[in-house]
């Protein structure tokens, strides 16, 4: 009889410890209707100094976009999301020593402009399609800006944004302390690319809302090959960073995010070619840059 007692309690102290462990998971999902629409707003300031001949350069570029995002199909049977991206507002301002005027130039040739792209549940982006678009809306309004624009707004270079929103979430069920990491590709044309391998860590969900850690390794590389019509190029560049750090909010039940913070230092020397003249510099700068996902437009509500 005790015998029996003790394999009973054994038993139930099992069946009671399973469904616990399962319950200290946690699964981040993105969770979208069709027909829905939300706004993202990205901004990145980039607080910099720019050495050149021994004279020292300030200056503060403050970069926001944003974007309204349309559910345009939620796919039960094969899950995944077809999103449109409009872009309501893209704008640019430079404050310092060598900041050109703003002649929001940025902001009248892509508002308005769309992409579509499907996005998993887990956060993985395939079929961007809209670039050729977007090339023939700006030629239409200025050919010469067209150039500059395929120069520095690659395709990949307009995807890379999207990647930096939604590719945050873990490809399974977390708790506390687990850790996944995604890679961040940034082209920048001429200026070569930015590469950021980047390390989360779930921290734990406080009212609904899953906190998460972040930390990222730098890379740059230059470009490989001059780029054709560009107003310079790169002969020799040594770019490098101890490393980003941030966070990220998710609201679990809603499935959508709330916020993430990316702080990263870079400083280092760049050696510009400009119309047969080599000119040598030397950077330092930190750039921070916040997403914030909005059930509201900013702009009219």
Not at 73 to 97: H, N, R, V, Y
Request: net charge positive; no cysteine.
């Amino acid at each position: 009889m005790v015998r029996q007692r003790l394999l009973a309690a054994a038993l139930l102290g099992v069946a009671l410890t399973v469904p616990s462990a399962a319950r200290s998971q946690t699964t981040l999902r993105w969770q979208f209707r069709e027909g829905e629409k939300f706004y993202v707003e990205d901004v990145i300031l980039a607080d910099q100094t720019v050495t050149v001949m021994d004279m020292k350069l300030n200056q503060k570029t403050t970069t926001r976009r944003l974007s309204q995002f349309t559910v345009k199909s939620a796919d039960k049977e094969k899950p995944g999301f077809l999103l449109e991206q409009k872009i309501l507002a893209w704008t640019a301002k430079q404050e310092g020593s060598i900041a050109p005027p703003d002649d929001g130039k940025l902001d009248k040739l892509t508002r308005n402009v769309t992409f579509q792209f499907r996005l998993s549940p887990g956060g993985a982006l395939t079929n961007f399609q809209g670039y050729d678009d977007f090339l023939r809306k700006v030629g239409d309004q200025d050919a010469n800006e067209a150039k500059l624009f395929r120069l520095l707004l690659t395709k990949e270079a307009l995807q890379s944004p999207l990647e930096a929103v939604f590719s945050v979430l873990p490809a399974k069920a977390v708790k506390a302390g687990d850790q996944w990491q995604h890679k961040l590709k940034v082209p920048a044309g001429p200026m070569g690319t930015f590469l950021l391998d980047v390390d989360f860590t779930y921290r734990g969900t406080k009212g609904g809302v899953a906190e998460v850690t972040t930390k990222g390794k730098f890379e740059y590389q230059p470009p490989r090959q001059d780029a054709e019509g560009a107003p310079f190029k790169i002969a020799k560049a040594d770019l490098k960073s101890p490393g980003a750090a941030g966070t990220v909010s998710f609201d679990v039940k809603a499935g959508k995010l709330v916020e993430s913070v990316l702080k990263m230092p870079v400083s280092g020397t760049m050696t510009l070619e400009v119309m047969m003249n080599q000119v040598e510099m030397r950077l330092e700068g930190t750039e921070t840059r916040t997403i914030r996902l909005l059930t509201k437009n900013p702009m009219s509500d």
